[in-house]
């Protein structure tokens, strides 16, 4: 959660009233999925925001194909809910989700290996394991000590 201040007089002097939200939340799947992004409301409990200000939801699936995409619902009758938020879905790391990493290739490089996943690489003691579990591999003169 990141606070947003409203430097408006109109909402009052009450500094309190002035508070919204930016709501971001990532993953770093295999699968691009944009659908959470609805779920992510500031009255939901593990939010509870007390506000009725505009806010903003982002959404980073970080680990996809690069897709950007907005909205903010103008007009939605009897859902103040959609009226006051924009919700963000930025997908994939490139400069495509990201434009300043067009200028800087190997921070975007950087990026991109934190969120994949690597394979893990196995230690001596798996190594071993898998040797001793191996059918037949007790049979040895190493096994039988």
Excluded: W
């Excluded at 975007?108 to 196995?122: C, D, F, G, I, T």
């Amino acid at each position: 959660m990141i606070p947003i201040y409203f430097d408006d007089p109109a909402l009052g002097s009450n500094d309190a009233d002035r508070m919204s939200q930016m709501f971001v939340s990532d993953k770093a799947g295999k699968n691009c999925n944009e659908s959470p992004l609805a779920f992510i409301t500031h009255k939901d409990t593990s939010i509870e925001c007390l506000s009725d200000l505009p806010y903003i939801a982002l959404l980073l699936d970080l680990n996809v194909d690069p897709k950007l995409s907005n909205t903010f619902p103008t007009r939605v009758p009897n859902h103040p809910e959609s009226d006051r938020c924009l919700r963000i879905y930025a997908a994939g790391m490139s400069d495509t989700t990201f434009p300043f990493l067009h200028e800087h290739p190997e921070v975007a490089k950087l990026l991109h290996r934190l969120v994949s996943r690597q394979q893990e690489v196995p230690s001596q003691s798996f190594k071993r394991l898998e040797a001793l579990v191996k059918f037949g591999s007790t049979a040895t003169l190493r096994h039988s000590r």
